[in-house]
Nanobody, 117 residues
Framework: QVQLVESGGGLVQPGGSLRLSCAAS????????MAWYRQAPGKQRELVAS???????NYSDSVKGRFTISRDNAKNTVYLQMNSLKPEDTAVYYC???????????WGQGTQVTVSS
């Protein structure tokens, strides 16, 4: 089974930037569309960005214009460039397949993003 490892999180001031990476132990092409999700304390996990195998992207309204998702199928890695970060972006960020039937059953540990002055 493919394993997913997220990295790149940290503490950043409002308005700052971070780039998250999601490295897969196997082919992400086989997973189809990939997505970044986030879960804030006391809230449900939500999808924030997705990208198809061909590079088509979609974003939640809360991050549109600030976040950019990309993927490198050769490196089996998905990225999330986050700019103009806001305190409400604070959450643990995870990656996985966008379609439930393709998702890796065991989610990665995620990477913590904290936006605070």
């Amino acid at each position: 089974q493919v394993q997913l490892v997220e990295s790149g999180g940290g503490l950043v001031q409002p308005g700052g930037s971070l780039r998250l990476s999601c490295a897969a132990s196997g082919s992400i092409f086989s997973l189809g569309a990939m997505a970044w999700y986030r879960q804030a304390p006391g809230k449900q996990r939500e999808l924030v960005a997705s990208i198809t195998s061909g590079g088509g992207t979609n974003y939640s309204d809360s991050v549109k214009g600030r976040f950019t998702i990309s993927r490198d199928n050769a490196k089996n890695t998905v990225y999330l460039q986050m700019n103009s970060l806001k305190p409400e972006d604070t959450a643990v960020y995870y990656c996985n397949a966008a379609r439930p039937s393709y998702r890796v059953r065991t989610w990665g540990q995620g990477t913590q993003v904290t936006v605070s002055s």
